[in-house]
Each structure stands twice: as structure tokens, then as C-alpha cells.
């Protein structure tokens, strides 16, 4: 390789770094002096670089590298390259700048908290590509050093996304290979926890593009216990594989990069990856054509990107996307029927939206329809509102719609207390009349609630109890036949967003279990700051029904709903059903990153 040439450099190094501050210095100085461009991510834990120069400042970027004895060790991967243009391909790989980022994790492996997160230093042993080839060559045959041992217990396991085994894999005659079919690595936990059993016992060999990613995941597996300690990874990724085997050996196709090179072949040129549309064997990125949905990378060839530019990706198409009816246009203007016979409590986040018929003959797909339950002494109105920037975030994957709770509370105030003596409201000064106030709703309420609403404003009988909510256990039945008759004239709805009190209220609904099954059909709840009733509806039986908890995780944060009441209403559902999600805030939904992120992972499960 000519030092004048172009070239890209990968490496990542595990490894505690005591001062973050100092090494970002190092990569800002360094990368800019040496004119290099791409992607510099530190952690705690960690470095994960990707950068793209000439070869001879790569060569002085790795040597300055090396000074550093946090580095030792550390597998420079750096290989030649054409580079990069001012074009779409470059600008959407971060090859056109320098991007430096402090971050929590090098890779993001889990959209939300885990309960046991793996520790990278319970990663499985690392395999040479030598000794990857070796193990696949010789499958059935014993191998030392606790290497597997028979072809029936040896399982080879990709731990990258969908768009990029779709262009190239490791096959090897009578050894299993697993494709979890992944939309994004933070989706592999979930699919290790469903798929357990077809790793117990086994040895199985991990591989991903560089090898970061196997890190973690090799040591999420080997933490689930016995069973699951034999669990190997092939040091230095596919990338390091092809350069010892440039023929391909195991490997089929091309290796897809993240980088201004698209994907990395083989001398073997034959194409692993199909058009979406027509079936016609093809494999370049370099159009970016994406799922209309999703957004996933889709391989459309050159002919089917003039007849099309609307896809769907086989993720969708497999989980049977509702394209519906397209409506029809005439003189530029959608014609929309609508119904009026709406009820009046429902609030929609979003009036029905222009759905114009795509180039292929499919409308958009339909959004999720959330059904949202306020907390106590709320309403529709006000929950809509203090829910804006969660809708505004949602908006291209949902639909949300608001309901008022069926027991209206009367319009109370509450006295202040100022040394031992009650003060009543200042002479002169009055509440507002109430037809300038929104009514109060509630789904449950207490057991001395008269279901009376007065015309007045009235003072509070008593100090306001923050632990008020637990008392609040009549009006189920009232609260079941309202929602059962929503469904009925407004459903089908996907699920119900849950707040506070309608937290509660959902997570008995999902307690009735099949007895609901044919009026309420819940396919997810989203429960936050939520909390169990001690209700018989609610019974001793573990929840069966996907479940996502949002809640404060500090004592005294969420001064209304205390974290350890909603995580039991949590350990209510069973395991592997339920998410958990736990922010520094208060009694809010958050939606900045990364909660807003994994609010979003959790829902695209049921896209």
C-alpha cells in the first residue's frame, strides 16, 4: 500500500479510562493535525473509532495510539480505500467531518436498562480467524482447550443487523446458522432471551463485522448461566477473516462496512443479496434506499428505484403491515370520509392525515393507535397538552388518542396552613366560576365518593394525602364497561398508554387476561408512574401481556408515585415481558434521549 494512498482505520479498546477529558483532547488534536475524518465515540469503559486519511497519518494516528498504555493490546484494523466524495453515501457515514462524542456506551446493546447487564470482561474467548476457520473446518472433529467438540452442539450465531446479512454471511456445510433478522443491535438481547433455548448447551460461535459488538453479546449470553458458558468470538471480525482468507473461506458475499466503502468483498464475486421488488440478484447500498416505515437500509436495483421510490422492508412485510385502502384523489384534493359520530371524550393527537397513494400503489402503513389514559383528577385536554412532545416525537409511528375517565370529580381547593392556623382565601378573592374550568376526571375513586358533582367550588375537607392513590379503589366496574364500550364504537386500538391513576387503570385491564380478550384486545401497555391495587381483579397470577414501565428512579423525584411502587407493579408482569425504563425526572413522561429512543424501540417491536 502506497502511504499516499486513502485508507480507513477501525479499532476499539475496553478499558477503564480515568480521565475523559484528557483523551478527548488527545483524538480532537490529533485526528484534526493529521486531517482525519470520521467518528471518534468515548465512555467510561471504552474507545470505538472509525476513521478515514491518508495512510501515513493513519500509520502516525495508531503509533500516537500505542503511546498510550491504556491501549496495549488493541487490534488496529487498517485497510485501503478509494476516497470519499461530497456525496450522500459519505455524508450519512460522518466521512465528510470529524465527529468526536462522549457517550455511556461504545454500542448501544439494549434499548432499555437491563436488570444484569453484561460485563464485557465475561466475553466469550476470543478465535484467531485461523482458528475460526479451523472450528468450522473441522466441525465434529475434538478440539483443545475447551474448543467444540461435535457438529450437533456447534452453532455459528451472526450478531449483526438484517440489511447487512442480507449481502454476505458465514456458511459452513452441517453447522447451524442462526440470522436473528435485527433491525438495530440493541434488538439482539430480546432476541437471545426468546431464542435461549437454541443456544443452551451448545458451543456457539459469534461473528459481527469488527468484533465489538460480539463483546457484549457474548458475555450477555455466558451471564443467563449453565448451559451457556461455551460461547466463542472471531477476534477482529469478518474483517480480519477475509484478509486471512481473501477467497472468502467460510464467508459468502461481501461484508457490509460502516463507512464511505458501503461493503468488502472477496475474490469470489458471486452476489448473496435480492432486490427487494423484482428478485434479481443484487447487493449495492449505495443508493440508500430505505424502508418507508422503519427506515432500515432496502437493496432496490437500479430498474425498480425508476418504477418506485415508496418500500417496505421484509420486517414489515413479516409483521403484516396494514397498508389499508388508498383513497382517491381528485383535482389534487383528497377526498375523506369521515365520522361524525365520534365520541366527545375522545381527543385525538392527530386529525386524520393525507395519505396520498405512493409510486408502488401502496398508501403510508398505519400507525399504532395508543389509547391514553390520564392520572388522577385530569383530564384529556390536559394530558394532550402535557403530552405534546411525546405525540410530536411519535407522530410517524403513532397515533395518539385521548379519552376522559368516566367518574367526574366535583371542583375542590385547598386552604393553606400557616403556623398551626388555617387561613381562608384572601378577602375580595374568588375562585373562578366553574364553567371557566375544565372538569376532573378519575378512574378510580375513593370508597366514600357519592359520584355527586357540585355546581361550586368547595374547600377540601382535609390536607391533600400524597398517598391518597392507594385508598382510590372503587369505580373498576363503571371505569371496564366505558372502556369496553369505546372499543366497541372506536377501536381497534394496538395499546394504552397508561399515566399515574391510568397506569393503574390499565394494568388492571391486563390482569383480566382472556377474560377480555374478545371486547378489550391489548397487543402492549405503557405504564408510567404507575402502581398495583390491592384489587382481587388484580389477582396473585404473573401478567402475561408486553408491558413498558416508565418511572422516576430516585426515591423523591416522583413525589406523588414512589419508584419502588412502580417497579412492584413491574415485577407484576412476567419476566421477559416486561421493559423497564427508569429517568432522573419527576412525575413526567421524559422525552429527551436517550428515553425517547427507547420509548420508540419498544413500539417498533409491533410495527
Not at 449470553?221 to 477476534?235: D, H, M, P, T
Not at 402502581?531 to 389477582?539: I, Q, R, S, Y
Request: hydrophobic share 35%.
Amino acid at each position: 500500500m502506497s502511504k499516499d494512498e486513502y485508507g480507513v482505520l477501525l479499532y476499539y479498546k475496553f478499558a477503564s479510562i480515568p480521565d475523559l477529558n484528557s483523551l478527548f483532547s488527545f483524538y480532537h488534536s490529533n485526528c484534526n493535525s493529521l486531517g482525519l475524518l470520521g467518528r471518534v465515540r468515548l465512555s467510561p469503559n471504552g474507545v470505538n473509532v472509525t476513521v478515514g486519511g491518508l495512510l501515513s497519518a493513519l500509520e502516525k494516528h495508531i503509533e500516537a495510539v500505542k503511546s498510550n498504555s491504556l491501549f496495549q493490546g488493541t487490534d488496529f484494523k487498517l485497510a485501503s480505500s478509494h476516497h470519499p466524495l461530497n456525496d450522500k453515501v459519505s455524508i450519512e457515514c460522518g466521512f465528510t467531518s470529524l465527529s468526536i462524542r462522549v457517550v455511556k456506551e461504545l454500542v448501544t446493546f439494549s434499548s432499555y436498562p437491563l436488570l444484569n447487564p453484561p460485563e464485557v470482561s465475561n466475553a466469550g474467548r476470543h478465535l484467531s480467524a485461523a482458528e475460526f476457520h479451523s472450528v468450522l473446518q473441522s466441525a465434529g472433529q475434538l478440539m483443545k482447550n475447551g474448543s467444540p467438540t461435535d457438529d450437533k452442539q456447534l452453532v455459528l450465531l451472526d450478531a449483526r443487523n438484517l440489511y447487512e446479512t442480507r449481502i454476505g454471511k458465514f456458511h459452513a456445510p452441517s453447522v447451524e446458522t442462526l440470522d436473528p433478522g435485527i433491525r438495530q443491535y440493541s434488538d439482539l438481547p430480546c432476541w437471545i432471551d426468546d431464542n435461549s433455548e437454541q443456544l443452551r448447551g451448545k458451543h456457539v460461535l459469534m461473528y459481527c463485522t469488527g468484533g465489538i459488538r460480539c463483546e457484549m453479546a457474548s458475555a450477555y449470553i455466558r451471564s443467563k448461566g449453565a448451559g451457556f458458558e461455551n460461547v466463542f468470538q472471531l477476534y477482529g471480525g469478518i474483517q480480519r477473516y477475509l484478509e486471512q482468507f481473501p477467497d472468502g473461506g467460510f464467508f459468502r458475499g461481501k461484508n457490509f462496512v460502516f463507512d464511505h466503502r458501503i461493503s468488502v468483498g472477496s475474490s469470489d464475486t458471486s452476489i448473496m443479496g435480492a432486490c427487494l421488488i423484482c428478485g434479481s440478484s443484487y447487493d449495492n447500498y449505495s443508493s440508500r434506499c430505505r424502508c418507508t416505515h422503519c427506515r432500515i437500509l432496502v437493496l432496490i436495483c437500479d430498474s425498480c428505484q425508476i418504477k418506485s421510490d415508496a418500500y417496505v422492508c421484509e420486517l414489515c412485510q413479516k409483521h403484516r403491515m396494514d397498508f389499508g385502502s388508498i383513497p382517491s384523489v381528485e383535482d389534487g384534493k383528497l377526498a375523506t370520509v369521515l365520522d361524525k359520530n365520534d365520541l366527545k371524550t375522545v381527543c385525538s393527537d392527530s386529525k386524520i392525515s393525507s395519505q396520498l397513494p405512493s409510486r408502488n400503489g401502496n398508501a403510508a402503513p398505519r400507525k399504532l393507535r395508543i389509547l391514553c389514559l390520564h392520572g388522577f383528577r385530569q383530564n384529556a385536554s390536559s394530558f394532550k397538552g402535557r403530552s405534546a412532545s411525546l405525540a410530536k416525537k411519535l407522530k410517524s409511528i403513532a397515533e395518539l388518542v385521548f379519552i376522559d375517565a368516566p367518574h367526574e370529580l366535583p371542583f375542590i381547593y385547598q386552604s393553606c396552613t400557616v403556623a398551626k392556623n388555617s387561613c381562608a382565601p384572601p378577602t375580595g378573592q374568588h375562585a373562578p366560576p366553574p364553567e371557566n374550568c375544565r372538569r376532573k376526571y378519575a378512574w378510580l375513586v375513593a370508597s366514600d365518593f357519592g359520584g355527586k358533582v357540585e355546581a361550586d367550588w368547595k374547600i377540601a375537607n382535609q390536607p391533600f394525602d400524597p398517598l391518597q392513590y392507594q385508598g382510590q379503589t372503587d369505580g373498576f366496574d363503571v371505569s371496564l364497561a366505558y372502556l369496553k364500550k369505546l372499543f366497541s364504537e372506536q377501536g381497534p386500538f394496538d395499546g394504552i398508554l397508561g399515566f399515574s391513576q391510568g397506569a393503574a387503570m390499565a394494568a388492571l385491564l391486563c390482569a383480566q387476561g382472556d377474560k377480555l380478550k374478545a371486547e378489550i384486545d391489548l397487543r402492549f401497555v405503557i405504564l408510567c408512574s404507575g402502581f398495583a391495587l390491592p384489587l382481587a381483579d388484580f389477582g396473585q397470577k404473573p401478567i402475561n401481556c408486553p408491558s413498558l414501565h416508565i418511572f422516576g428512579s430516585d426515591p423523591g423525584k416522583d413525589r406523588q408515585i414512589t419508584s419502588h411502587t412502580s417497579r412492584y407493579l413491574a415485577s407484576r408482569f412476567e419476566d421477559g415481558c416486561s421493559v423497564i425504563i427508569e429517568h432522573e425526572f419527576g412525575h413526567i413522561i421524559p422525552t429527551r434521549s436517550p428515553y425517547m429512543d427507547n420509548i420508540k424501540d419498544f413500539l417498533r417491536r409491533f410495527l
